[in-house]
């Protein structure tokens, strides 16, 4: 079988704010961080990309970088999704006031990897 017949999921793009609506690290980061989000809302590594593959692309929004360093810092982190479902409307208001985050669900940081970092719980 020649390597053209094989059934392969398609590579997800290696920058994400490339192919999504995006907004700057500066409020991705505000809204991330933010005391009201809770604890599930934030997914990483493995379970950050099943969130992304299985979340339609026109309600995925990335963050892109807002500087040299931010870009630095974005390529070279594990893959971070935020279920924006879950932030509070206050925050989503507050954080991004020059943004529009309605029709989004979805807050992608980092790039994604076809070969997530593997937990011990795949082992278990």
């Not at 990335?62 to 630095?72: K, L, Q, R, W």
């Amino acid at each position: 079988m020649s390597h053209t017949d094989m059934d392969i999921e398609p590579q997800a793009p290696a920058q994400l704010y490339t192919s999504h609506e995006s907004i700057p690290y500066r409020i991705g980061a505000r809204i991330r961080d933010h005391d009201a989000l809770p604890g599930d809302a934030v997914a990483e590594g493995a379970a950050a990309y099943t969130r992304y593959s299985e979340t339609p692309d026109d309600e995925v929004v990335a963050v892109h970088p807002d500087g040299f360093a931010t870009a630095v810092h974005l390529s070279s982190m594990r893959m971070m999704t935020v279920a924006l479902d879950a932030v509070p409307q206050t925050v989503l208001t507050t954080a991004s006031a020059e943004t529009e985050l309605a029709s989004s669900t979805l807050l992608v940081f980092g790039r994604p990897s076809r070969t997530p970092t593997h937990s011990i719980q795949e082992y278990c």
